[in-house]
Every structure is written in C-alpha cells, then in structure tokens.
C-alpha cells in the first residue's frame, strides 16, 4: 500500500479542487468509473518533499531512471526509456500496463531514446545517437526501428545532424519527425513512410526557434509541436518556450495561447476531440506539472498534478488513464531519478471544475 505523505496530491481523480479552476473550457469527454490496478510505490515520499495520492500509481521503483512513457495503440503496453545509471545510455523498454513483464529492447551504450509506437503495434521507433560526433563535436542521433516481438532492429531515418522525436500517423502512411539537416537550428519534417530516407517535405521554420516533439492528431490533418527560442534572451512580449498546431498540408502555426505557464512541452492529443496534454512550469510555485487544455473552447489550462516535478504525460487510448514521468527527488534542476506513474484521468471533474462560477 502506499504511505500517505501528509499532504494529498491533487489529480483529477480525486476532488474537483484538484483542478485547477482558471477558465471556461468545454471539455465534454469521458466519464470514466474507477478501474484497474498498478503496482505500486512502497516508499514514502514525505523525507523529500513529496507528496502522493492513494490513486497515483507507480508502475516502476528502482534506482535507474525511467522517463517518457508511450501506450502501445491497444492500451496493453507502455514503451519507455530507462538509464542504467544515474548519467548513462538510455535505452527502450516495454512493460505491460500495470508495471509488470519489463522488457529491455535496445542494448545500446550510446542513447536510445523518445520511443514511438507504429499504428499496428508491431515496431516502436526512437532516437539513436550514433557512434560519431556531429558538428562542434556534439553526438548526432539518427532514427531507428526495434520489432517488439523479436527484438530485431534496423535503421529507419539517416542523415548527416540530428533527427529526433518520430511519430506515426495514424494510418500508419506518414513519419513525422525534427531535423537540423537545413542548418543549426530543429524544424519539422514529414516523409512517407514507403520512401523513409527520400526527401522530407519541411513543415516549419519559426525562424530562430527549435521546433520539437512533434504529434499526429487523429485524423491526420494537424500535428501539434512545442517550439523554443534559440540562441538569444527574449524580447519583451514573447514567449522564449510555446505550443503549437500546424496543418499537416503546410501553412502557418496557430500558437496556442497557455500563460501564464513557463516553459509548456511535451503535447500530446488525447482521445478527447480538441484536448491536448503537456507538462509546464507554473510560475508561482516553479513546479513543473502536467495540464491538459481544450483549444477548440479555448478555456484556460487545467492542471491535472499538483507535485514537485512531473513531466511527459501521454493519455491512454481509451482516455481512462495518464501516464507521465514523476521526480524521485527535490533537486528540480537535476533531470536524473524518475519513476513512470499512472493516475485514472477524472473526466466528469474537469467539466465540473471548468464551468464559470
């Protein structure tokens, strides 16, 4: 059983006072009745500052670090990637959805990391970093493709400079990923998946920002990114960290508009039309949580944590449930020491906390 902390976590699943109460937006989702189990976490988190919730459940415990959980299509698999050693070589792993039957599927001593799944569940594509320096003598990272059944791996995606964060479509005919491969800064590209190594058409380039960690939405029409500022100190009025939509077809990026949050990234579309996840800092407290936001209403950001240092949320298929990459301990600025958690996604709570007073 978990050991309470003293102080409750505040997650969807729990009251509605565990949302954040900042706005009008019309989530109209799921209305998910409690279900299924996870292992959980032993340990006490009061002797370092943080706090958990009996329906926050911790499907790792280790001294490793396990950061970016992604579901496998089918709701049954988490893919994720985990450091040996506080400092080493990330590599993918794989556990079934309550924490159980781990599963290690690269083996490199170089990083293998960001795992996506194909739209069949049979590959997860990821980042590698190759054995040669890039360009100011920084490693490149190429993108590669593991078979989950066998283990077997080939290259997908290679290319002189850095090609990261791979996401499928969801009929499973389009790759989009970021690439330096048009000069020093990160812009997103998309290629068919029949001609992965052919010439990928570029989809942004906000001028001196890093665009990253692209996302399909659902239907295939829009991808969704968070961008960040390069090289210099912002000027009054801009935001040096955004989220945006583009069209899959091309066209300019509509910024959504989340402060005042610090820092928002990591965006996925969830199994609600409109609603996206991300992870921001909250420029009060300076804790990193994970909120959800619906830009069709355009209602304010909604936290859906409320600890030290959270990040990497992805929503299951079904919607029933979030996993995110939760701190192990205090030292914010040390990236180090994570647990992957779950907690039931409330979705009943957020209407209710949304509705204006």
Sequence with gaps: MIKRAGIVVMVMGLAVAGCTRAGTGGFTGLNVAPQGTAAQKTSDYASNGIAIADTQQFLTDSTQSEEHPIWSPDGQLIAFQRAEVEGGAYNV????????????????????????????????????????????????????????????????????????????????????????????????????MDKPNGKPRRLTDNGNQNDVHPSFSKDGRSILYHSYLLGRSPVAGEQPTRIGLVPFAG???????????????HPFFTA??????????DAASGRRNIYVYDFNQQGAPMAVTSIKNAKHPQVSPDGKWLAYSH?????????????????QMNWSALRKAAKPS
């Design 93 to 192: 792993w794989i556990m079934k959805a309550d924490g159980s039957a781990k599963r290690q599927l690269t083996f490199n001593q170089s990083d293998c990391q960001q795992p996506t799944w194909t739209p069949d569940g049979r590959f997860i594509a990821f980042r590698e970093a190759d054995q040669k320096p890039g360009s100011g003598g920084s490693r490149e990272f190429d993108i590669g493709l593991v078979e989950v059944a066998t283990g077997k791996r080939q290259p997908l995606i290679q290319y002189p400079g850095d090609d990261k964060h791979p996401t499928f479509s969801a009929n499973g005919r389009w790759l989009v990923f970021n690439s330096e491969r048009d000069g020093r800064k990160a812009n997103l590209y998309i290629v068919p």
């Design 251 to 265: 066209g300019p990026t509509r910024w959504l508009p989340l402060e005042p949050l610090v820092a928002p990234k």
């Design 272 to 281: 609600v039309p409109g609603v996206i996840t991300f992870h921001a800092t």
């Design 327 to 343: 701190k192990r301990k205090v030292g914010e600025q040390q990236d180090g020491q994570y647990d992957i958690a779950i907690v």
